[in-house]
C-alpha cells in the first residue's frame, strides 16, 4: 500500500502536469525512468532491503539457475508482459522497452554499487589509541 501511494504521489502532485508531446521528449523521459529505476533496483539490493515481487523474482531465478541478473531481469519482466497480454493489459512499445532493456541496467549498475558499498564498509587505516 505505501508503494502505491507513493506512486500516486509521484504521478499525480509531482508529475501530474509532466506530458511529453514529441517522441524525443517521450524517449527521454522512457529513457530516464529505466535507467532512475535499474539504479534503485541496484542500490537496494546492495542494501538487502525487502526486495518488491518482480526483484524477487528476478534474484530467485539468478540463485536458483545461476542466470546473470539482466538474463533473469528479463524473464522476470517476460512473465509479467506474458501476464498483462493475457488479462488484456495496456502494452506499449514503453513496455517492450522496459521488458528487454531494464534488466541490461540493473547488471550494469549493480556490481558499481557492490564496489561503492564495499569501499564504504572498508577501514579507513589503524586507530590510534593512546
Do not use: C
Request: proline share 5%.
Amino acid at each position: 500500500m505505501i508503494i502505491g501511494a507513493l506512486i500516486d504521489f509521484w504521478l499525480l502532485v509531482i508529475f501530474g502536469d509532466l506530458t511529453p508531446q514529441t517522441l524525443a521528449g517521450q524517449s527521454f523521459i522512457l529513457l530516464f525512468g529505466i535507467l532512475s529505476m535499474g539504479m534503485g533496483v541496484a542500490i537496494y539490493l546492495q542494501a538487502k532491503f525487502p526486495a518488491s515481487p518482480m526483484d524477487t523474482l528476478m534474484v530467485a531465478i539468478h540463485t536458483r539457475f545461476g542466470l546473470n541478473l539482466r538474463n533473469s531481469r528479463i524473464i522476470s519482466e517476460s512473465f509479467a508482459l506474458l501476464l498483462a497480454f493475457l488479462f488484456k493489459g495496456a502494452i506499449g512499445v514503453g513496455t517492450i522497452v522496459v521488458t528487454l532493456t531494464l534488466g541490461l541496467v540493473v547488471q550494469f549498475f549493480y556490481p558499481v554499487f557492490e564496489r561503492t558499498l564495499e569501499r564504504m564498509q572498508a577501514p579507513k587505516g589503524p586507530l590510534i589509541t593512546k
